[in-house]
Antibody
């Protein structure tokens, strides 16, 4: 079965960077796009971007352009999301989410979430 | 950016009742690339419906989706105790992908 296991919670100071990992198993990693979505406390889900795990191509939400970098390591079946210049508003649970089919925008499998807290 | 507006914000219902949730888009969603998710506290979202009306694997047939263009609906034909949760719609026809603000279905 598809499993996405994310790295643990992080506490960061404003201005720092955070890198969250998402290890995939149970399917052919390079055949699916991986999305990153975040959810601030009490807020709606917010899409940040995706990586085509096969080609490495990426697409980012304009809101995060310049601050977010999504990569993947095919040898480790792992995707990464790095967010820089952190501010308090970036406090949220960050999810990786595999495309439902191939490069679909809907996500059928999600990681457990990684809480990133930004606080001085 | 396509803005998705969900209504109502909260529904208070009893098990066994029929539920209709609305998701309205600020502009047409191309190719009906509209999904619905269920989220319970402390859990990631769970895909229910994709392509506006196709049920994801393992989703009970009491869940159904419909609509096109700018107006979409998720219907739960008969509420089960495990259905009390927050429901989000998502459009994935144009970038950025966007989600609605959610509808909470709570026990009356």
């Amino acid at each position: 079965q598809v499993q996405l296991v994310q790295s643990g919670a992080e506490v960061k100071k404003p201005g720092a960077s955070v890198k969250v990992s998402c290890k995939a198993s149970g399917y052919t990693f390079t055949s699916y796009t991986m999305h990153w979505v975040r959810q601030a406390p009490g807020q709606r889900l917010e899409w940040m971007g995706w990586v085509d795990a096969g080609s490495g191509d990426t697409k980012y939400s304009q809101k995060f352009q310049g601050r977010v970098t999504i990569t993947r390591d095919t040898s480790a079946s792992t995707a990464y999301m790095e967010l820089s210049s952190l501010r308090s508003e970036d406090t949220a649970v960050y999810y990786c989410a595999r495309a439902h089919v191939a490069n679909s925008g809907s996500s059928g499998s999600w990681g457990q979430g990684t809480l990133v807290t930004v606080s001085s | 950016e396509i803005v998705l507006t969900q209504s109502p914000g909260t529904l208070s219902l009893s098990p066994g009742e029929r539920v209709t949730l609305s998701c309205r888009a600020s502009q047409s969603v191309s190719s009906s690339y509209l999904a619905w998710y269920q989220q319970k506290p402390g859990q990631p979202p769970r895909l229910l419906i994709y392509g506006a009306s196709s049920r994801a694997t393992g989703i009970p047939d009491r869940f159904s989706g419909s609509g096109s263009g700018t107006d979409f609906t998720l219907t739960i034909s008969r509420l089960e105790p495990e259905d009390f949760a927050v429901y989000y719609c998502q459009q994935y026809g144009s970038s950025p992908l966007t989600f609605g603000g959610g509808t909470k279905v709570e026990i009356k």
